[in-house]
């Protein structure tokens, strides 16, 4: 069974900043891609960021320039590096792992709140 273990969330200053990181167990050797989501107050979820093994990287344009994605070595842990945070930065954020066409596998979420 797939387990994604989130961690880094917090409470932090506008202008602060966090270091997110997730380490997917059970699953398969390397997602084909990694990413962030996150979910604020009544929104949607959205996509955050994402890297595929290639290394490539997608940044949605709310956070481009103050959020930085990266994969560790063993090929199935990602983090997510937030500098410059904003209130409207406040959401539960989840990792996923991309594989058999879609984000199939998802972490539990971890809270992070920006207060002014």
């Known amino acids: 069974q797939v387990q994604m273990e989130e961690s880094g969330g917090g409470l932090v200053q506008a202008g602060g900043s966090l270091r997110l990181s997730c380490a997917a167990s059970g699953g398969p050797l390397s997602y084909y891609a990694m990413a962030w989501f996150r979910q604020g107050p009544g929104k949607e979820r959205e996509i955050v960021a994402s890297?595929?093994?290639?290394?490539?990287?997608y940044y949605a344009d709310s956070v481009k320039g103050r959020f930085s994605i990266s994969r560790g070595k063993t090929g199935n842990t990602v983090y997510l590096q937030m500098n410059n945070l904003k209130r409207e930065d406040t959401a539960v954020y989840y990792c996923a792992g991309h594989r058999s066409g879609d984000y199939r596998d998802w972490g539990q979420g971890t809270q992070v709140t920006v207060s002014s």
């Open positions: 890297i595929r093994l290639s290394g490539d990287t």
